[in-house]
């Protein structure tokens, strides 16, 4: 069975440009949530989306968006970039289960790299 | 809203030996769930355990298990036997509410190496 793919593994942007990356769940997973990891904040929730469309949000500027395809692909844009977006960004997988149930575990893809110079 | 502390910023264990990692969380929610997870140097997360506020057994998955003290707010992380591929960091999460599914609120994370 598949894991959850990131694309790209790394890039490279300068400030003012934007990035798009992409997320391909778990065959028969329908739910894909997003989080930014810095040194220095951690771990932060951007998203998450279930049937094409945003179930719960972050505490990102609206720079940051998102969107899901019916096949539960997901990409995630982040539009006039700053120094401060260099991140890895984790994108999550779950079949969307009883939330709070072990049956509904976040499945991690190995994350985009992006830097931005 | 939630808040989850992992006061041990490293730890070092040797190879075959057991060692926990300090997990404590907030959260005036009565439903919740508690993962952790383990980050290699690749980056990506990888599930290890799961413990849900209502289960009253700990939870326990081969060489981890899941010290869950309800009344104290902690939910440690027992590595039986370290090997060397744990060394890693690990990270303490939780979901809290009915309709939270993909938000989870995680620590600080723990760097944990396995000395031979």
């Known amino acids: 069975k598949a894991g959850v793919t990131q694309t790209p593994r790394y890039l490279i942007k300068t400030r003012g440009q934007q990035v798009t990356l992409s997320c391909s769940p778990i065959?028969?997973?329908?739910?894909v949530s997003w989080y930014q990891q810095t040194p220095g904040q951690g771990l932060q929730f951007l998203f998450e989306?279930?049937?094409?469309?945003?179930?719960n949000k972050g505490n990102f500027p609206g720079r940051f968006s998102g969107r899901q395809f019916s096949n539960s692909r997901s990409e995630m844009n982040v539009s006039t970039l700053e120094l401060g977006d260099s991140a890895l960004y984790l994108c999550?997988?779950?079949?969307?289960?009883?939330?709070?149930?072990?049956?509904?575990?976040?499945?991690f893809g190995a994350g985009s790299r992006l830097t931005v110079l | 809203a939630q808040k989850i502390t992992q006061t041990q910023p490293g730890m070092f264990v040797q190879e075959k030996e057991a060692v926990t990692l300090d997990c404590t969380y907030d959260?005036?929610?009565?439903?919740?769930?508690l993962f952790w997870y383990k980050q290699p140097s690749s980056g990506e997360m990888i599930f290890l355990i799961y413990?849900?506020?209502?289960?009253?057994q700990n939870a326990t998955e081969g060489r981890y298990s899941l010290n869950f003290q309800k009344a104290r707010k902690s939910a440690n992380l027992v590595i039986s036997a370290s090997q060397l591929g744990d060394s890693a960091m690990y990270f303490c999460?939780?979901?809290?509410?009915?309709?939270?599914?993909?938000?989870?609120?995680f620590g600080q994370g723990t760097i944990l190496t396995v000395h031979p």
């Open positions: 999550a997988s779950s079949p969307r289960g009883p939330a709070l149930s072990g049956a509904n575990v976040l499945t």
């Open positions: 065959s028969g997973h329908r739910s």
């Open positions: 989306y279930f049937s094409e469309t945003q179930r």
């Open positions: 959260t005036s929610d009565q439903s919740y769930g």
């Open positions: 413990q849900g506020s209502y289960d009253e």
């Open positions: 999460a939780m979901r809290a509410g009915g309709t939270s599914y993909g938000k989870l609120t």
